[in-house]
């Protein structure tokens, strides 16, 4: 049999047949979905750490670093399975709010790391210029500091939301279906591993590719902007 006639047909086997490319379409759904909310609850849980871990107060100083220390310690499957089996097994939840919310905590323990790198990174001088403007510690943080650490930190964010793209690949271990789930799917229904991987790839790598691009796109205009 010619190969593109054997390829044809486990293409029509793993995809046409029976609707099966709509598994993977819903999964992409499911992980870009899983993903968006989970960055944005991630950034704001990151954002409070990272002022807990530069308080000056000890109870909240220590509050920072124990939460950082047990999220970035413990593998982010167990996170995920402890949250939705145990923390929320009797919370009547959609399964992916759920997982949002656990790859959320999780990704808030490292954006807090580089948020605070970020505020550290501007120099004290621009501290101290707020406050002689006549502003308070709160509103020299928000109109001073964060503007000027964001533009600095915003390359790691990304690196972040890319990375936690590819960390909900984990989900199916709570029964959501998304791109990976999807192509597991697939392969045991056809007993076809090679055309579902390499679709599940590609998926992936195409996707991170246009949310680079788009980020990139981005992170121009901030550079731009901080020029003129």
Same mark, same amino acid.
């Given at each position: 049999?010619?190969?593109?006639?054997?390829?044809?047909?486990?293409?029509?086997?793993?995809?046409?047949?029976?609707?099966?490319?709509?598994?993977?379409?819903?999964?992409?759904?499911?992980?870009?979905?899983?993903?968006?909310?989970?960055? *944005?609850?991630?950034? =704001?849980?990151?954002?409070? @750490?990272? %002022?807990?871990?530069?308080?000056?107060?000890?109870?909240?100083? #220590? &509050?920072?670093?124990?939460?950082?220390?047990?999220?970035?310690?413990?593998?982010?499957?167990?996170?995920?399975?402890?949250?939705?089996?145990?923390?929320?097994?009797?919370?009547?939840?959609?399964?992916?709010?759920?997982?949002?919310?656990?790859?959320?905590?999780?990704?808030?323990?490292?954006?807090?790391?580089?948020?605070?790198?970020?505020?550290?990174?501007?120099?004290?001088?621009?501290?101290?210029?707020?406050?002689?403007?006549?502003?308070?510690?709160?509103?020299?943080?928000?109109?001073?500091?964060?503007?000027?650490?964001?533009?600095? *930190?915003?390359?790691? =964010?990304?690196?972040?939301? @890319?990375? %936690?793209?590819?960390?909900?690949?984990?989900?199916?271990?709570? #029964? &959501?279906?998304?791109?990976?789930?999807?192509?597991?799917?697939?392969?045991?229904?056809?007993?076809?591993?090679?055309?579902?991987?390499?679709?599940?790839?590609?998926?992936?790598?195409?996707?991170?590719?246009?949310?680079?691009?788009?980020?990139?796109?981005?992170?121009?205009?901030?550079?731009?902007?901080?020029?003129?």
């Amino acid at each position: 049999m010619p190969f593109y006639q054997s390829f044809a047909e486990q293409f029509y086997r793993c995809f046409i047949k029976d609707d099966r490319y709509k598994l993977l379409i819903s999964g992409i759904g499911v992980t870009l979905k899983v993903s968006l909310f989970a960055v *944005i609850l991630g950034v =704001l849980i990151g954002f409070l @750490i990272a %002022l807990c871990n530069l308080s000056k107060n000890k109870f909240l100083k #220590g &509050l920072g670093g124990i939460y950082t220390d047990v999220i970035r310690g413990t593998p982010s499957v167990t996170q995920l399975m402890i949250i939705y089996f145990v923390i929320f097994a009797t919370v009547n939840w959609s399964k992916w709010i759920i997982a949002a919310i656990a790859f959320g905590i999780n990704s808030g323990a490292y954006v807090s790391e580089i948020i605070r790198a970020g505020i550290l990174s501007i120099d004290k001088g621009q501290t101290e210029a707020g406050r002689s403007l006549g502003l308070n510690a709160k509103q020299t943080m928000i109109k001073i500091i964060m503007p000027q650490a964001i533009k600095n *930190i915003f390359p790691a =964010l990304c690196n972040e939301f @890319i990375v %936690l793209i590819k960390e909900t690949a984990i989900v199916g271990y709570v #029964g &959501l279906v998304d791109i990976q789930k999807a192509g597991d799917f697939i392969k045991s229904a056809t007993f076809s591993a090679f055309m579902p991987l390499i679709a599940t790839a590609i998926i992936y790598y195409v996707i991170i590719k246009l949310l680079n691009i788009g980020l990139r796109f981005v992170e121009k205009k901030l550079r731009e902007s901080e020029i003129h």
